[in-house]
């Protein structure tokens, strides 16, 4: 039996991400914001002897492909040749949805509509008619709750009825006016002479999609040589009436449709109305952000306490236990001080790292997010950022990987790079153990506090890296900013726990294998050359160290805390791993350095500041150069982030020390 | 007609012109922002503005509001 692949597509924020949770049971991350997804995600779903193959299109309002977010789903949809296109509708907002429906079948592809979160619209009272809805369409057309997973069944069926059906599709069709008409057939016949240049696009909506401005299309037929009618031949004021006429019939067809199909009863209140006049306050709505963030923080830090204790007394009891057994000391200190300590020091800071995530899932899932995007544009704005950007901003605090992927949505390339750029300054969750480590042993009391700081630090960093950039490199202005705002929901404590089982466990995979890995070379630097004093001056951790010192001599980092630096490049949390490792132990790393005479609280806020600032770890510079396609971008971006760090340390240390009369 | 961005919270207005026919056109068109299409003004923070149609919001910053031209109803 041949593979049924399907894609599904949607405008943003309808649900698609959770239904292609319930379709395939893969969970992922679904945002209840715009542009989470920004990669084709594929998953596999069996049922009887049929296997269907997922694809997640980005969430898209049309096809026309201006973002590199709209060019990703429209190539899927134009070039991959699927056997049906899933369009998940949000049932509360049909007419909205159906502009895009109006443009995916003119593709002429088998479509099946699936008509989502249909328990809302009954509680909003809004009926729809389904029947009427197909009729009209000419798409089947079938009920879901995704999020209850209500409806899957019946929409797989009609997946594989509609996917394994031999006759072509015959969707309703877009009645333009006749000034389109004309040009439409004009074009299309033309194509039609030369039809073998298309591929797989029909003449008929090749030409619809000429009229439309498709440059990519209109690039790549002027290179084969061809001047097309109408298009080559009239002027752009002409050619823009003919836009704004498709766009209308599109629109006119779109509430047609609506009209004849849903029912609103009268008078409903519009909720959430309410609510955004006082969350997005050009006065209150900053202060009230602010507010959550800070809240957020501060429960971050007491929640995961009592875990925290626990976690530390069971490793406490594995060191103590193996060295109760007979065993070879070199075998003894591989396991104790290799293996138990440095994962050890890692997996005690998993418990803050999985409220975190929490609570910004569930901070996403009510909306709330979109719309401190909105406070925040202003801000953003006056510093040469855009508004949009804030999002992958706030993804940063949870891993900087996602974040700069997310700048994908933004369409300007030049507020991309500086998005990119600033992003590592946000203060991503691998960085958070190495704050906790050395703020609670230098702080105390005042330990959330100094977290908080560095917080701010990094944000205020990143824009006056921003300012610098758009002031001196690009010299212009970001582009607009216009977002949808998605309507308030109830977060469910389901789905949040899910997400923050799924971005915790993926820390912990990188914990087991990139930091598990990283702590064993940190382990053997400082056990080799073989002889010498576990993590003294005379094992190769400590030639290293010594040797790089120097450099750092100005920002008062002893030799064990460089080696710290340049393993934290493998991950950030592995700063805490091998400095665990070279100060004899996890359970002892605390109380050691403490005692250590050459640290002092400034040097740690020195420190904590440059393993802010100075570089991404492996994975996000990775991203970063394919994101920016250019090395010298990515060099720049690496070059910065040094430099920063350096000159940030060393006011830190030396007003601090002013400051407090050392 | 004025600016979007020189409306009040709480106006219902009507869209009549759009300036310009560059990609912001282009996107306020798929948002569904188009001459003829009614709009209630949901937030005013200085020059940016939060719009309702039907059943969507949608946020516009200072220079997004300032291209659609609107009439008060």
Not at chain 1, 91 to 119: H, K, V, W
Request: one cysteine or more.
């Amino acid at each position: 039996m041949k593979d049924i692949r399907i894609l599904l597509a949607g405008n943003p924020n309808v649900g698609k991400t959770t239904l292609f949770n319930s379709l395939c049971g893969v969970h992922q991350h679904t945002g209840n914001y715009p542009g989470v997804t920004v990669e084709i995600k594929t998953g596999k779903r069996q049922m009887n002897e049929h296997s269907i193959i997922v694809s997640d299109l980005p969430g898209t309002y049309s096809l026309s492909a201006f973002t590199p977010d709209e060019q990703v789903a429209r190539d899927a949809l134009l070039t991959s040749g699927p056997d049906a296109v899933v369009q998940i509708i949000d049932a509360t907002n049909i007419e909205r949805n159906l502009f895009l429906t109006t443009q995916l079948m003119e593709i002429g592809l088998p479509m099946i509509i699936a008509l989502n979160m249909c328990d809302l619209a009954e509680e909003q009272g809004i009926t729809i008619d389904a029947d009427c809805l197909e009729k009209n369409l000419k798409i089947p057309v079938v009920r879901i709750v995704a999020r209850k997973g209500e409806g899957i069944e019946e929409l797989i069926k009609t997946i594989i009825r509609v996917s394994t059906n031999k006759t072509p599709a015959f969707h309703r069709e877009v009645e333009y006016p006749h000034s389109v008409t004309s040009h439409i057939s004009e074009i299309g016949n033309y194509l039609g002479a030369h039809g073998t240049l298309l591929g797989s696009l029909s003449p008929h909506y090749a030409a619809i999609r000429l009229m439309e401005g498709d440059e990519h299309l209109e690039k790549m037929l002027h290179e084969k040589g061809l001047t097309i009618p109408f298009i080559d031949t009239s002027d752009p004021a002409e050619r823009d009436g003919i836009v704004e006429d498709i766009l209308l019939a599109r629109y006119r067809a779109a509430e047609e449709i609506t009209t004849c199909s849903v029912k609103c009863s009268m008078g409903r209140v519009m909720p959430g109305d309410l609510i955004d006049q006082v969350l997005t306050h050009r006065i209150f709505g900053i202060p009230i952000f602010l507010s959550c963030m800070w809240f957020a923080f501060q429960l971050t830090f007491s929640a995961s306490n009592p875990f925290l204790v626990g976690i530390e007394y069971i490793f406490g009891y594995l060191t103590e236990l193996m060295n109760s057994v007979e065993m070879d000391p070199f075998v003894r200190s591989f396991l104790s001080d290799g293996v138990i300590g440095g994962v050890g020091s890692v997996l005690v800071f998993v418990p803050s790292i999985f409220v975190m995530f929490l609570l910004l899932s569930i901070l996403e899932d009510t909306g709330y997010l979109a719309r401190a995007a909105f406070v925040m544009d202003r801000l953003m704005h006056s510093v040469g950022l855009h508004g949009r950007s804030f999002i992958p901003f706030l993804i940063g605090f949870g891993c900087n990987v996602p974040a700069i992927m997310a700048t994908r949505t933004l369409q300007s390339k030049a507020d991309r790079i500086i998005t990119i750029i600033t992003i590592p300054f946000m203060s991503c969750a691998a960085r958070l153990p190495v704050y906790v480590l050395f703020a609670g042993v230098f702080f105390g009391a005042a330990a959330g506090n100094v977290i908080f700081f560095l917080y701010v630090l990094g944000i205020a960093v990143a824009i006056l890296s921003a300012l610098i950039f758009r002031r001196l490199v690009f010299r212009d202005e970001p582009s607009p900013f216009i977002m949808e705002l998605p309507p308030y929901r109830k977060p469910s404590g389901f789905a949040a726990a899910v997400h923050m089982w799924f971005k915790g466990r993926e820390y912990l995979k990188r914990a087991g294998l990139v930091i598990f890995g990283g702590v064993i070379v940190v382990w053997a630097l400082a056990t080799l050359p073989a002889g010498v004093e576990y993590g003294s001056a005379d094992s190769l951790a400590g030639i290293i160290g010594q040797a790089l010192q120097p450099v750092f001599a100005p920002l008062g980092f002893n030799w064990q805390l460089v080696v710290g630096l340049i393993f934290g490049f493998i991950a950030k949390e592995v700063v805490v791993g091998s400095l665990g490792t070279l100060y004899g132990g996890e359970e002892m790393l605390e109380s050691s350095l403490a005692a250590d005479p050459t640290l002092h609280p400034i040097i740690a806020l020195a420190y904590m500041v440059f393993v802010l600032l100075y570089l991404p770890c492996v994975a996000a510079l990775g991203v970063i150069r394919q994101e920016m396609r250019s090395w010298k971008w990515t060099g720049i971006a690496i070059g910065w982030g040094i430099l920063v760090a350096y000159v940030f340390a060393f006011i830190i240390l030396h007003v601090g020390s002013l400051v407090i009369g050392a | 007609m004025v600016p979007l961005s020189f409306t009040n919270t709480g106006e219902k207005v009507v869209v009549r012109s759009i300036c310009g026919t560059g990609h912001l056109a282009k996107t306020l068109g798929q948002l569904g922002i188009i001459i003829g299409i009614e709009l209630t003004i949901i937030q005013k923070a200085k020059e940016s503005v939060i719009v309702r149609i039907g059943e969507s919001r949608y946020a516009l910053g200072a220079g997004a509001a300032s291209m659609v031209l609107v009439e008060p109803l």
